[in-house]
């Protein structure tokens, strides 16, 4: 590439950032109270060094680009085969918040859908672990992604439990299928506090680069999950990460990545770079429609299409 990293990021700010479609998401209140003109985009190198652009310092909540670090820590805790038993790894075709459990085993059929990441959720942290015990590794194991220690905004917390009935029914439902033990309630507050740690764009790449690089996070170089996590967690981002645009985004993007509601994307391009957007507008997915749209982009410009 001729144009120098900052540059080129400022480029796709510019070209990316039109403020002209899509919907903040409201059915978390405090979501639609954000300022939807935000853009901010960021890429991390192998060795760990961040560039960014645009309001590289906004903050957001994590929301489901959570689910794929969370699937790590389980896979981690628990191990591939344990996990495997309560989630699947294929794509559903449906929308984040449907009610996906395979037919035969009652199991939610990948754990980047809400089922799913609630189901995963309670994999993490010690056999039998508390509330608070599974909070804290939840608090540690993102952290350990991000390379700094992550808070969780309460109010966006407080915010989607008091709207979160959906949720709650579906961990009910896998409660009842004998998929998840104790308590559902449980399950959905730990969730829900897992999608409100917040985070920037810079974290996202951050994140994102540290399972590109088969789980060592190469700003703080810990080694946080296993080679064969990383490549596990990755292959389910590639089929699943986008849910029912999962297909649309491998052909036209072609790299591993994950949304989330409050507008984030990262990608993760194994053994190359971690990316990270931030555009609250949404499209009919749940996609940031910006997001979408740099990530097109950068595919294209930098050739990053996996095929
Ligand atoms: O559970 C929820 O609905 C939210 N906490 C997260 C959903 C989400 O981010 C969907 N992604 N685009």
Not at 14 to 25: F, K, T, W
Not at 186 to 191: P, S
Not at 251 to 265: D, E, F, R, Y
Request: glycine share 10%; hydrophobic share 40%; charged share 25%.
């Amino acid at each position: 590439m001729k144009t120098p990293v900052p540059e080129y990021l400022l480029e796709i700010r510019d070209a990316c950032s039109m403020g002209d479609d899509g919907q903040l998401a409201d059915y978390i209140p405090e979501l639609a109270a954000v300022d939807p003109d935000r853009f901010a985009v960021a890429a991390c190198t192998l060795d760990g060094v961040v560039y960014t652009a645009g309001d590289a310092d906004a903050k957001f909540t994590i929301q489901s680009m959570s689910k794929p670090f969370i699937y790590a820590l389980a896979l981690r805790d628990r191990g591939i085969r344990r996990v495997l038993e309560k989630v699947g790894v294929e794509p559903s075709g449906d929308a984040f918040n449907e009610i996906s459990l395979e037919p035969e085993t009652g199991r939610p059929e990948n754990p980047m859908i809400n089922i799913g990441a609630i189901t995963t959720h309670t994999l993490v942290g010690p056999l039998d672990a508390t509330e608070i015990e599974r909070d804290t590794a939840v608090q540690e194991g993102l952290s350990a992604f991000a390379g700094r220690p992550l808070d969780v905004d309460i109010t966006v917390l407080d915010s989607e439990l008091r709207t979160a009935f959906r949720n709650r029914a579906m961990a009910n439902l896998v409660r009842a299928g004998g998929i998840i033990d104790g308590d559902p309630d449980e399950a959905v507050r730990g969730y829900t506090r897992q999608c409100a740690y917040t985070v920037t764009v810079r974290d996202l790449a951050v994140m994102a680069v540290t399972l590109a690089t088969g789980g060592v996070n190469p700003v703080t170089r810990e080694r946080v999950v296993s080679d064969e996590v990383a490549r596990q967690v990755l292959a389910v981002m590639a089929t699943c990460g986008m849910y029912d645009a999962a297909g649309d985004w491998m052909s036209t993007v072609g790299i591993p990545a994950k949304s989330g509601v409050s507008g984030g994307i990262l990608g993760a391009l194994p053994a190359q770079v971690g990316l990270g957007v931030f555009s609250p507008r949404l499209d009919a997915h749940g996609h940031s429609v910006e997001g979408v749209r740099a990530f097109e982009r950068m595919s294209r410009d930098l050739d990053l299409h996996l095929m």
